[in-house]
């Protein structure tokens, strides 16, 4: 069964400071990695990577997906308050009907 | 260019209830997805559906859940005798096209049944 575990569960941090959410997975015939930001309404698109090795960037959010080691991370930079939210890793596997399967998500709280 | 459109945002029901749940797609797009999200949970895939067919129903209950996509008018989720088990978020997404195409959420459905 597809399976996507997100570390940390949840992750407290002040603001200026550089987190790293990790994301590994299993899944068959794997083709693409999305993160996903969430807060009191619809996840919002971050990144989705299908190539290893490759970095996007967006800002202060960058991410990259390792295919050979199955995982990826999102880096979020010079931490503001309105970074505060869930942030959703999931995957999507070919030759199936484009379902993702998430993770449970980080929970990332930035005080000032 | 409007976003997923969900209605209602918020809808309480009473056990053995029905409750149904509208998803509208974004402009262009043909396929919708339904996920559901319990709390302290990630989302959920439900089912995958184009206009008038439903592609994949692996991640829905096989009793009291239905859901479709007519040619006309919006995709709705229906739960039928809702149980206090059903209270959760309901999230739909929808893409233009098959493969590589990213999901787009909707803001989500809050069910609570009473």
């Known amino acids: ?112 | 260019n409007a976003g997923v459109m969900q209605n209602p945002r918020h809808l309480v029901r009473r056990r053995g209830q029905e409750a149904r749940l509208r998803c509208s797609p974004m402009k262009g797009h043909s396929h919708v997805y339904w996920y559901r999200q319990l709390p302290e949970e990630g989302l959920k895939f439900m089912v995958y559906l184009q206009k008038e067919n439903i592609i994949d129903e692996s991640g829905m209950p096989k009793e009291r859940f239905s859901a479709e996509f007519p040619k006309e008018g919006p995709s709705i989720l229906r739960i039928q005798q809702v149980v206090r088990g059903d209270s959760a978020a309901y999230f739909c997404a929808s893409s233009p096209r098959l493969a590589s195409d990213t999901q787009y959420f909707g803001p989500g459905t809050r069910l609570t049944v009473l």
């Open chain 1, 1 to 112: 069964e597809d399976k996507v575990v997100q570390s940390p569960l949840s992750l407290v941090v002040h603001e200026g400071d550089t987190v790293t959410l990790n994301c590994s997975y299993e899944v068959t015939n794997f083709r693409s990695l999305l993160w996903y930001k969430q807060e009191k309404k619809a996840p919002t698109f971050l990144f989705m990577l299908t190539s290893s090795g490759i970095e996007k960037k967006s800002g202060r959010l960058s991410s990259i997906l390792d295919k050979k080691e199955l995982f990826s991370i999102l880096n979020i930079t010079a931490t503001q308050t309105g970074d505060s939210a869930v942030y959703l890793c999931a995957v999507e596997a070919q030759g199936g009907s484009e379902k993702l399967v998430f993770g449970k998500g980080t929970k990332l709280t930035v005080n000032p």
